[in-house]
């Protein structure tokens, strides 16, 4: 068993001289005696146990995630307290070890859930720590169902309002007025970037469970939309409902923001979608140097021009940006050169038969592939591979089996293939962006872009025999590559 150790002190502990190297010291004599590895340390130094907040116990967080991820599967402490020293967070963690298949040991407390016993407890344990959540989470419900029913607000006070003395919101003196600067600005069309701004060059800062912090857009946003400010409170199921609190803001400023809002919303989706635009190549076109997607773009003039996504967002790469029309113009030299030979139907079938005869009987090979597929399963489900892993794996091993198909079975539809292909440069010539795009995706699979040419193109599966041929037959009868090294 892979045995890992959390070992923490807080800053208090830290000035009485407790020692993590004590705590390391009785972890590595209880792995040795029980013939365990010991896998890692998490340590955690000047850390209290006593906050619900995980995020602020770095190495208590990566501890959870490895055990989630089913990389040990024991969690020893030295005392229990070095875990935790909040009951329901105790009861929550032990779940979740549960649910992973990770089992706990303290050894001051002798608490050893490695056991089958051990780890029935543990799996009650966790039971109990839903049924705590669960009761928790209906006694809050109703609390707050009950304050509303007063009209009395739920939660943290939004800005520019403070509780008063009968528990009834009122407004702040301190930051009220930066509350009507907001509405002011915003009825006048100023935008949420702006208003933020204007609100930090005076000071303000925002409300709330994260403490104060200087406004953004988005805080804006929420607060411009917050109908607490007319005197109404959320009803918890996504309305809203009269509040015991007086109007903070009048309702025809807060209407007339809420209507610039609107018109800035609306103008910014029309932007959005015009820049939205698929063009020829969208979506199919890669940087040759450093194998990252090309993207398109209008320039001031309104040219579509293509740039590598990587180079765009600071990374080191050589690729130089051009026109879209000039690879539109090199695809449309390659289909209108495309050459289907007369006999391609005894061609394809020969180089498929001669590529199936050297490898093992069909049949074989199908039944190690499924047997494959098999044993891949079981290690996923053991948790030996990542589904990452095990997704690549599986689609790899399920195209293999589609190749298996017999070679008549795969020519049916040859005569179809064959004639799409050979009216395909029309219809590119003829075709606007959209109906470029996608004729572009039935025919290739990926296009490599290498500064203002198309270094090569990747064609779809059941087309490749007719690239491959019309690239042979173009060898022999101009004894030259073509134009811009479309080599498929």
């Known amino acids: 068993m892979k045995a890992v150790l959390y070992a923490r002190v807080s800053s208090e502990e830290q000035v009485e001289g407790y020692s993590i190297d004590a705590q390391r010291r009785a972890f590595q004599t209880m792995v040795e005696g029980r013939g365990w590895t010991a896998y890692r340390e998490y340590i955690e130094e000047g850390k209290s146990a006593r906050t619900d907040n995980i995020n602020r116990r770095p190495a208590f967080k990566e501890m959870v995630t490895d055990a989630l991820a089913k990389k040990f599967d024991v969690l020893v402490v030295h005392k229990l307290d070095r875990f935790s020293r909040n009951l329901r967070v105790t009861l929550e963690y032990f779940d979740k070890l549960s649910k992973a298949g990770v089992t706990f040991l303290s050894i001051n407390e002798q608490m050893d859930f490695s056991t089958p016993w051990g780890n029935l407890a543990l799996t009650l344990l966790g039971g109990l720590a839903q049924f705590y959540s669960d009761n928790l989470s209906q006694e809050t419900k109703k609390g707050w169902a009950e304050r509303r029913a007063q009209g009395l607000y739920c ?3 939004p800005f520019g309002a403070m509780k008063g003395e009968d528990g009834v919101p009122i407004a702040d003196a301190n930051t009220y007025p930066g509350l009507v600067m907001a509405f002011e600005m915003a009825s006048q069309g100023k935008t949420d970037r702006e208003v933020a701004r204007a609100l930090n060059t005076a000071g303000y800062r925002t409300a709330g469970n994260r403490g104060n912090r200087p406004f953004a857009k988005d805080s804006v946003r929420d607060m411009l939309k917050n109908r607490f400010y007319l005197g109404e409170l959320p009803d918890g199921n996504g309305g809203w409902l009269k509040g015991k609190h007086r109007p903070f803001i009048n309702q025809e400023v807060f209407d007339r923001a809420q209507g610039e809002r609107a018109k800035r919303r609306h103008a910014a989706s029309n932007r959005i979608r015009a820049r939205a635009q698929t063009y020829s190549l969208s979506g199919l076109i890669w940087c040759k140097y450093c194998l990252s997607k090309m993207h398109i773009h209008q320039d001031r003039t309104g040219k579509p021009r293509v740039y590598c996504g990587s180079k765009a967002r600071g990374f080191d790469c050589e690729s130089k940006s051009t026109f879209l029309e000039v690879y539109e113009a090199q695809i449309q030299w390659y289909l209108e050169t495309f050459i289907i030979p007369e006999d391609y139907r005894g061609k394809i079938l020969e180089a498929h038969r001669k590529l199936q005869s050297a490898y093992e009987d069909s049949d074989k090979q199908r039944a190690r592939l499924e047997a494959t597929l098999e044993r891949l399963g079981r290690r996923y489900d053991w948790g030996h591979i990542t589904q990452d892993r095990y997704l690549a794996e599986y689609d790899e091993i399920q195209k293999q089996l589609r190749q298996l198909a017999p070679a008549e079975d795969k020519v049916k539809n040859l005569d179809k293939l064959a004639h799409f292909l050979a009216n395909v440069a029309d219809a590119w010539r003829e075709g606007n962006q959209e109906q470029r795009n996608k004729m572009a995706g039935v025919l290739f ?4 872009i ?16 007719f690239f491959q041929l ?15 090294d479309l080599n498929p």
């Open 155 to 157: 939660g943290l006070l």
């Open 445 to 448: 699979a990926q296009i490599w």
């Open 450 to 465: 290498e500064d203002n040419k198309v270094a090569e193109v990747k064609p779809r599966d059941e087309l490749r025999p």
């Open 470 to 484: 019309s690239y042979e037959e173009h060898l022999e009868k101009s004894n030259k590559r073509p134009r811009g």
